[in-house]
């Protein structure tokens, strides 16, 4: 197989850390791991086998094919999208998977298929997935339901609907027989005990994302992309890097072209105004982020070709200079990386 020219160094130790940091702030609730999206990009598999290894024993993902994909390594997995009809024989495959019923219909399918252990997922003010929370009780009735949960939409912030959707989920909590009960997210664990019950479902920290300011100085960057430079070349003063001129030397320069670009998630938003280290030297971006391509000034820096460079992806920095959340950072990563866990 040939190398691939750009690669994701992933920190398996950090990942660990800072779901044990999260698991410590849950206090007494289990906390589990939101794994969809191939694991935030990272891959869903060494994600899941890393966090069962450390004790987490529930996972999260999105549909019924990211569920096969983990179900042999995860403990228990919660499939977040509920149940089409589509799905029911997937779901009779494995005991431990369970859907996350979102609908009365989905209930209803669920029931009249033989029912069994389900999540339920309740809209206490987001309106997004999930029934409302102030539905008559009697819509629950005959389901085995394992863990009722509900999703915060403002935790990152301080904002008054984080209270109320806890008030309307206690409430919810105490008319709804579930073994356990779950609301609280990444941010969600910061903000108190009274939005933990018994179960936290973590997601963007466990990746090294800052949620909320009381997360800084407590997780850990886990993702690391490095390219390869392809070429070193001078530009003189007056000269343009990249396409359509943005960038123009107002003095002679040493660039380095990576095999990096918005094809591998490294998007426009990064032009002009991200960061690369060639150790630790700091070598700005030149100009605009093409398909395939980067253009980084190493004026001063010993830089050749064939060299790794590694792109400055902390991702509260990386953020505010490309105009992406967090999570795109993480989703967006191509298929092009190979991945390297430390």
Not at 4 to 23: C, E, I, M, S, T
Not at 25 to 48: I, N
Not at 138 to 157: K, P, Q, R, Y
Not at 267 to 275: A, K, V
Request: charged share 25%; glycine share 10%; net charge negative.
């Amino acid at each position: 197989m040939t190398d691939a020219p750009l690669r994701l160094r992933l920190d398996g130790a950090a990942l660990v850390h800072n779901w044990q940091a999260l698991a410590e702030r849950s206090g007494p609730a289990a906390c589990g791991a939101a794994v969809k999206a191939d694991g935030y990009g990272l891959g869903s598999r060494e994600v899941v086998r890393r966090l069962a290894e450390a004790g987490c024993r529930d996972f999260f993902v999105a549909t019924w094919a990211e569920a096969e994909v983990i179900a042999d390594v995860a403990p228990a997995v919660s499939v977040l999208h509920g149940l089409r009809e589509e799905d029911l024989a997937g779901a009779r495959r494995w005991p431990h998977v369970r859907p996350v019923l979102n609908t009365e219909r989905q209930i209803a399918r669920w029931r009249d298929s033989g029912g069994g252990p389900c999540d339920v997922m309740v809209d206490t003010g987001m309106n997004r997935l999930g029934v409302r929370w102030d539905v008559p009780g009697a819509v629950f009735e005959g389901l085995e339901i394992e863990t009722l949960v509900s999703h915060l939409a403002c935790a990152d912030e301080d904002h008054p609907m984080n209270a109320e959707q806890r008030v309307r989920f206690a409430a919810v909590a105490a008319r709804v027989p579930a073994r356990r009960y779950s609301l609280a997210n990444s941010a969600g664990i910061f903000l108190g005990g009274d939005y933990r019950f018994d179960l936290t479902r973590p997601g963007l920290a466990l990746y090294g994302g800052i949620p909320c300011p009381a997360a800084e100085g407590v997780i850990r960057q886990v993702v690391y992309p490095e390219a390869q430079v392809l070429q070193r070349r001078r530009m003189r003063a007056g000269e343009a890097a990249g396409y359509n001129a943005t960038y123009v030397a107002p003095a002679d320069q040493e660039l380095a072209v990576l095999n990096i670009g918005y094809a591998d998630g490294y998007g426009r938003g990064f032009s002009d105004t991200g960061t690369v280290f060639a150790g630790d030297t700091a070598c700005p971006v030149r100009g605009r982020v093409s398909m395939d391509l980067l253009i980084v000034d190493v004026t001063g820096a010993d830089v050749a070709e064939g060299d790794w460079l590694t792109i400055d992806y902390a991702l509260e920095r990386a953020a505010a200079a490309s105009g992406r959340s967090q999570y795109e950072l993480l989703t967006g990563m191509g298929k092009r990386y190979a991945r390297e866990w430390l």
